[in-house]
């Protein structure tokens, strides 16, 4: 019996300890003024395995973390009409294209003035190109702030962001592998690119065609959400096909059946996404080890690329988005800021190669956590005084 | 990139292919006016090892399936109100101690005539013991019928059910080891017991004083669902510590925030227990392999037992109901007979003890999944005529 028994608590006592603690602390952020996100991170670092040690990182919280930015994401892109996104499409672009070239250079050109190989400078660099949109999505969605036109630049852009880091990766680890074969990475960043501006034109008319005959054919009950969920991970799966992240076509999948399913479902979906959200959160706590920067040196380098990393976005997509404004500039860069998963997925990448030694590997996940939490007093401050639309209300 | 985005794409196409064929076979049964839950276990027959193997059981599938049933229980517990199940405790006292009683002996009996090692005998008996709630829960709730009399009674009976389960199991195990402490077995028993009578007795009373000020002490969005989560899992943990299943905490949990909580908490449930319940019963389906009975005798063992297993509860709970007057007496009988999980988690014990061939292994994991398989219709004749509340209303 004993044995069974353990086998049975485990999963609901991790599950209870990460659930509760990330919401304890989301709740006393927030009671401090301070962005509840930061705090479900920081039970991540308390319950985690460097301090004390309650929960291990396993691969069921890693997959079930993942199967929570999917339906966080999938949820924002249910709030977001297509129509709205496409008009700010150029400006989405000049965003993305300044920020990931400010960034790779400032990023790389600072690793290399620190005396580090040229693949190690390169893999940093390649690490801090791209915006983890779940972090800005999260703090923009939870603030009722999804339907400002800033935000609506920032999705966009962290899209296009993401085709461009696929690019850079590519190039990088193509290099580090002695050649890049340039005809590949042609044809890869052409179906990414065709993929999305095929889903995010015809995702809402195909829907608006296939949902209404979701409910009144199929003898299913709960028919609209089964279709939902049947269309996010099968456009998560094309989108990883196609080259770009599977919370990419979750995201585009949401964005698709905004307009056609009933409020039903987003209420089914928040159900998923507010139950799931705080494994991702606290799950990128519980990999910082606060010892791993012990030394000064690295420490130091640390420091410096964190500063490189924020402005670079800052700068680098403010710029591209200047045209909207100085104040819609500063929410952009503000925005683009937290690298997130994304730099650790790359860090994780270069480890495995063989080119990144271990405390350029830690550097690597400081900074996603450092900018990550950095970031939302950022979005806070550029967004002060724009009209918040409350949650659970549709925008 | 290539082994990244490999690690990409597996979750969410398990994902997809396990959801979209278990709803298409839901479909597609519910067409032919047969039991959708036939259909999703099927789907994981099909898509599973062995057949297709295009999806192999993995830790994070078992786990996803596990989560799945505790929501799945726990919405049923918020639509069923305790006072309605207190009123028909001491029928479902009857009703649970007359079925176990007469499945032991039939089970048992029969693998002793059939020349069975007795120790053998007593696990198969101990495996046949316990009602899996969740499969008849899941068709009542899924035809609407969770308000009848009859499917209280079976709710009930299937609590204690369990804590009876707990005994024999601890008994037998117990017996195979050589000796049985009966000390620690009252003790552990009554544990059970008190824990699940506080529950259902206090539950309720604590949730009414307690979820009021939840919406409106916290700043958290989502209060009333974060308080909702941390409650379900929280008696989940305190269930297997005081020696219930997880699932029964999950179950009180519900029956105890019945009334409290507002219907939005409803619906985000609903959209998780959608989400994972094709999980547990695909993975149902993945477990069996129609070749391991291939031999004549463990074939015609296997169907004796099925048709001992069936008829005990049939009579045994149906004996135990009388009461309640001959319909729903064979009501609660045919709902009682799905064995489910419940058969599995001992066939494992006792495999892993070592006392259990691999031909019974084999013919207990067949009886869960063909118990299961029976109960569906039989529940439906059973329940002809009974009105239906359609699905989404509550009771």
């Not at 630049?153 to 050649?179: N, P, T």
């Not at 710029?319 to 503000?334: I, N, Q």
């Not at 996940?365 to 007093?377: D, G, K, Q």
Request: glycine share 10%; hydrophobic share 60%; net charge positive.
């Amino acid at each position: 019996m004993s044995s069974a028994a353990a086998a049975d608590v485990e999963l609901p006592l991790a599950i209870f300890i990460i659930f509760v603690s990330a919401r304890l602390m989301r709740e006393v952020l927030e009671r401090l003024r301070l962005p509840g996100i930061i705090g479900e991170i920081l039970a991540g670092v308390i319950v985690g395995p460097h301090v004390l040690g309650w929960i291990r990182p396993s691969v069921f919280l890693t997959d079930l973390s993942e199967l929570g930015v999917m339906f966080l994401l999938f949820r924002i892109g249910l709030e977001v009409r297509t129509a709205d996104l496409m008009k700010i499409g150029r400006t989405a672009i000049t965003v993305a294209v300044s920020g990931v070239t400010l960034s790779f250079i400032a990023a790389g050109g600072l690793a290399l003035l620190w005396g580090r190989a040229r693949v190690e400078a390169m893999f940093i660099a390649a690490a801090m190109v791209a915006t983890s949109v779940v972090i800005t999505a999260e703090v923009l969605s939870s603030r009722g702030l999804l339907s400002a036109r800033a935000s609506r630049v920032i999705l966009a852009s962290a899209v296009v962001d993401d085709i461009l880091g696929l690019i850079v990766l590519a190039v990088v680890s193509g290099e580090a592998r002695g050649s890049v074969n340039w005809f590949d990475l042609i044809l890869t960043a052409l179906l990414a690119i065709c993929f999305t501006l095929f889903l995010a034109m015809w995702g809402h008319r195909a829907a608006r065609l296939i949902v209404p005959g979701v409910k009144s054919r199929l003898s299913l009950a709960e028919a609209e959400f089964t279709f939902s969920i049947a269309t996010l991970f099968g456009l998560a799966v094309l989108a990883v096909y196609a080259g770009v992240a599977a919370i990419i076509g979750a995201f585009l999948a949401g964005m698709a059946l905004a307009e056609s399913v009933e409020d039903r479902v987003h209420t089914m979906t928040a159900g998923v996404s507010e139950l799931l959200v705080p494994f991702f959160l606290a799950g990128i706590g519980m990999r910082l080890d606060p010892r791993a920067l012990a030394d000064r040196s690295t420490l130091t380098l640390a420091l410096a690329l964190l500063v490189a990393a924020l402005l670079s976005k800052l700068v680098g997509c403010g710029l591209g988005a200047l045209r909207l404004g100085r104040a819609d500039a500063l929410r952009v860069g503000a925005g683009m800021a937290p690298r997130g998963e994304v730099g650790m997925i790359v860090a994780q990448l270069g480890h495995e190669m063989g080119v990144m030694s271990n405390s350029i590997f830690a550097i690597i996940i400081f900074l996603s956590v450092a900018t990550t939490l950095a970031a939302p007093p950022m979005i806070r401050f550029a967004f002060r005084g724009v009209r918040s639309h409350p949650q659970n209300e549709r925008v």
